[in-house]
């Protein structure tokens, strides 16, 4: 039934659309499975269409947004919320109203703390650019971008274990660089992280 309601978001009336994203995550998984690839299609989504996923977004509660079983989906969400934003395909009417309601549940209205730095090896700097400019329209503070040879054969994000605000700040911006295109990209603890830091190193895989 979910899978069912989860297509349906594609395309329906507008002001239809379920309150099903309080239920249980084990239950809601199929209509979350399905919200996410919506989101990655976004912008080929009617403006009808577009209304109704923004407004099934708006019906998470907030508690959800901070766990780390939705964190996935929260960086989907942020990036395609930030190109829709940036698009201007959206800027007034319900979409505009329902849009800046997201911005806040999705953390893009602050600046991030931490400062991401991003080491790159076997990929164009182009693409390790376009990963930098990624991070940075979700609100991630991110110099220049660095090759290094020694990024070769990784996908991690490094943090210090003992800053619990870095920890979370970790998750999320691994979660971001997946839904800009690095796939099976990790959090990983390292004691030699300064505070406030956050070290991207990836590698020319995957």
Do not use: C
């Not at 992280?193 to 990836?202: F, S, V």
């Amino acid at each position: 039934h979910l899978g069912e309601v989860g297509a349906a978001l594609e395309d329906p009336p507008v002001h239809r659309h379920p309150r099903v994203l309080a239920l249980p995550r084990a239950e809601a998984g199929p209509l979350l499975d399905a919200v996410e690839r919506l989101l990655r299609r976004m912008a080929e989504l009617s403006p009808g269409g577009q209304v109704n996923l923004l407004a099934v977004l708006n019906e998470v509660p907030p508690a959800s947004w901070i766990r780390t079983d939705w964190i996935g989906l929260k960086a989907q969400a942020r990036r395609e919320v930030a190109l829709l934003r940036a698009s201007g395909a959206a800027s007034t009417g319900e979409a505009a109203t329902l849009l800046d309601a997201l911005v806040p549940q999705l953390d893009l209205d602050v600046t991030q703390s931490q400062t991401a730095y991003l080491q790159f090896a076997g990929m164009t700097r182009e693409r390790a650019r376009g990963f930098v400019t990624a991070l940075r329209q979700v609100g991630w503070t991110v110099p220049e971008e660095e090759r290094v040879t020694a990024a070769q054969s990784l996908n991690e994000v490094r943090f210090n274990p003992e800053v619990s605000a870095d920890a979370t700040a970790a998750l999320l911006l691994a979660a971001d660089l997946e839904a800009a295109g690095r796939s099976g990209i990790r959090a990983t603890p390292n004691p030699r992280i300064r505070p406030g830091i956050l070290e991207i190193w990836i590698g020319s895989a995957p």
